[in-house]
């Protein structure tokens, strides 16, 4: 399975401890250039900065080709995520931002947000949902509290 990911997914798993259940549902994750220097921005929280600057082995960093790259207009992040999905081929794109995923759909990619991987790892066993919820609620991403009960409605 090849699946790339933009910044926002990663940055919330590794801000709620669960990043461990990537590797397991999907194998190897692989992201361009731009979203490493996102992770590892000094905006980005010292816990995410911390773990990518000593990423594991199951995530690969890889650009995608200019001719890829120049057909997408968005943030470097997800214009580059996108453009490596498209690239690859993809199975899966991780990706939150809206106006992300609508491009992402537009070309055919399948989206996952954060909260489906949760939702994901919740259903083969790898967390409780409820509880990683809970930790991203301390975070600051965003989602209305009907989405979240949604989701765990979905699961029970």
Do not use: C
């Not at 609508?102 to 991987?117: D, P, Q």
């Amino acid at each position: 399975m090849i699946v790339v990911a933009d910044t926002s997914p990663l940055n919330y798993l590794i801000l709620i401890e669960q990043v461990q259940v990537l590797p397991t549902l999907y194998g190897q994750i692989v992201i361009p250039p731009a979203v490493q220097a996102e992770l590892l921005s000094t905006d980005a929280p010292a816990q995410v900065r911390a773990w990518t600057a000593h990423p594991p082995a199951w995530l690969e960093v890889r650009s995608p080709l200019p001719s890829f790259r120049d057909s997408v207009v968005l943030g470097a992040g997800e214009s580059d995520a996108i453009a490596l999905a498209e690239q690859l081929g993809a199975d899966r794109i991780l990706m939150d931002e809206t106006l992300g995923r609508s491009e992402a759909l537009s070309r055919g990619l399948k989206i996952i947000g954060t909260l489906g991987v949760l939702r994901e790892a919740h259903r083969v066993g790898l967390l409780n949902l409820a509880s990683a919820i809970e930790r991203l609620k301390t975070t600051t991403f965003h989602a209305s509290p009907q989405i979240l009960q949604a989701l765990l409605d979905s699961v029970s």
